[in-house]
């Protein structure tokens, strides 16, 4: 059976009058018949987000003849605009530490086809993870990196990174828990492609043990931030949050097993509405079309 054409289109603009007027008449012209569409105009930053998954049901019309007749209407509306195929499955790179809740989640949920994506590689750089690679079949890269590498160390360690990136075209790199901080070069390469799962709920109870700083302070309500990866650390525009209830007699381990299923769940969606195309950057915060 012939699978249809489908593709996803966001743009964002400065808003103004018949923007959504412009691209439906645009897609019923070119044959296109749309499946699902969001839209948001944000009144303090004057922009208009959209969203449109359409599928093409006229057979003589092209992707590329789509994309050249609509850079057309895009210029004239000033749209910053991207179109992916829907059917495709967006690369991704994992990266972790010595932590695996998170990455062994993600893992599941591919293997479940709950993630429609295809995991190219996991990034380490420690060896505790490489047989659970292996048991998904999935390439195995160990990189080490020593308490306190020189700057230098660590930039030879990070450019083999993004090379494992640019060998397997990676759409997306997850840090799904990896505990290293990235250098300010590394930010810039992967700007706009990386996720990272910060284990609080942002912004407070930053740096080691957040759940022991958490207890400490008595909090009621513990949670986890997936957000952009960017040169200001833990800083970066936030994509999704959740949280949990917890009481006084809950011990720091009890809230720590809490909060890890919340970075599950949390990292989960993110990944999930970034290769379904829902996410877009406003400044420094998103629009999720959920």
């Known amino acids: 059976m012939t699978i249809r054409p489908e593709y996803i289109l966001t743009l964002s603009c400065p808003d103004q009058r018949g923007i959504v007027h412009s691209v439906s008449g645009f897609l019923a012209n070119h044959g296109c018949n749309i499946i699902d569409s969001a839209q948001f105009g944000d009144e303090q ?18 992707e590329a003849a789509l994309r050249e ?18 059917h495709h499955k967006p690369a991704v790179i994992l990266m972790v530490s010595k932590i695996g809740h998170c990455l062994n989640d993600l893992l599941f ?14 990034v380490s750089n420690h060896t505790d993870f490489y047989q659970l690679a292996a048991s998904y079949n999935i390439p195995f890269h160990h990189l080490p990196l020593a308490a306190g590498a020189s700057a230098e160390a660590k930039r030879a360690q990070e450019e083999k990174v993004l ?16 505990m290293q901080i990235l250098s ?30 958490a207890h400490e302070r008595g909090v009621k309500l513990i949670g986890a931030t997936a ?31 809490i909060g890890r299923d ?6 989960a969606r993110a990944v999930k509405w970034f290769v379904e195309h829902r996410i ?10 959920k």
């Open 262 to 267: 919340v970075e599950c769940v949390v990292l």
């Open 45 to 62: 930053s004057a922009t208009f987000f959209m969203r449109v998954h359409f599928a093409v049901e006229d057979a003589g019309v092209k």
């Open 69 to 86: 007749e609509f850079a057309e209407l895009a210029r004239g509306m000033q749209m910053s605009w991207k179109l992916n195929d829907a």
């Open 163 to 178: 090379e494992i990136v640019a060998a397997n075209q990676a759409d997306l790199v997850v840090l799904a828990r990896y």
């Open 184 to 213: 300010p070069q590394m930010c810039d390469a992967l700007k706009g492609k990386a996720i990272n799962i910060h284990h609080s709920f942002l912004p407070s109870f930053k740096g080691a043990k957040p759940y022991y700083q």
């Open 109 to 122: 949920r591919y293997k479940s086809g709950l993630l429609p994506v295809e995991i190219k590689a996991i």
């Open 227 to 257: 957000h952009f990866v960017t040169g200001d650390l833990d800083e970066g525009p936030i994509i999704e949050q959740d949280v949990e209830r917890v009481d006084h007699a809950m011990e720091p381990e009890t809230l720590t097993a």
């Open 280 to 289: 877009l950057l406003n400044g420094h915060k998103t629009v999720v079309f």
